[in-house]
């Protein structure tokens, strides 16, 4: 009978390693590097992403009245007021009148004119934020193109 070294059986089997492979540890920092991504976007500035939600949906009012004044061939101004904006030429409830968040607010000129004719003029608001005034957006058109997003300068 052969001699086997201590802590073996004789049967044979063979001594397991302690420790992890390489392998598992490549597959748990791939996968603490994505939740870091994911933890990462979700704690984007939420005033920033507020702001640029303001501006979309305002470039999309915009552009809604400005149809709406096209199509009826009566003049529509946008008005920014203490509590929100409203749409001149409009009926009071065509479109909405409110800021999503409340902080919003209208830096400089606060009317446009936005039709009757198909070209209107080069035109722009800046929007910012009470809680947050140095983030500006600016919503713009050269009169021809439809309102778009550009980023302000304070």
């Known amino acids: 009978m052969p001699i086997s070294a201590p802590g073996s059986n004789a049967i044979g089997s063979r001594r397991r390693a302690s420790g992890f492979t390489l392998l598992e540890l490549m597959v748990v920092v791939a996968i603490v590097a994505i939740a870091s991504a994911g933890v ?8 920033g992403a507020s702001l640029d939600r303001e501006g979309q949906r305002l470039g999309a009012l915009l552009e809604s009245a400005r149809a709406k004044s096209r199509l009826t061939g009566t003049p529509v101004r946008w008005v920014a007021d ?9 009926a009071p409830d065509a479109l909405p009148h409110a800021w999503l968040a409340p902080e919003t607010r209208v830096v400089g000129r606060a009317v446009l004119l936005l039709g009757p ?3 209107i003029g080069p035109q722009a608001v800046v929007i910012t934020s ?10 713009a058109t050269d009169g021809v193109r439809p309102f778009a997003i550009v980023t302000a300068q304070p």
């Open 40 to 47: 990462a976007f979700a704690l984007r500035d939420a005033t």
């Open 82 to 90: 203490p509590e929100g904006f409203h749409f001149e030429g409009l």
């Open 117 to 119: 004719e198909p070209i």
């Open 130 to 139: 009470t809680e947050h005034p140095e983030q500006v957006l600016q919503i």
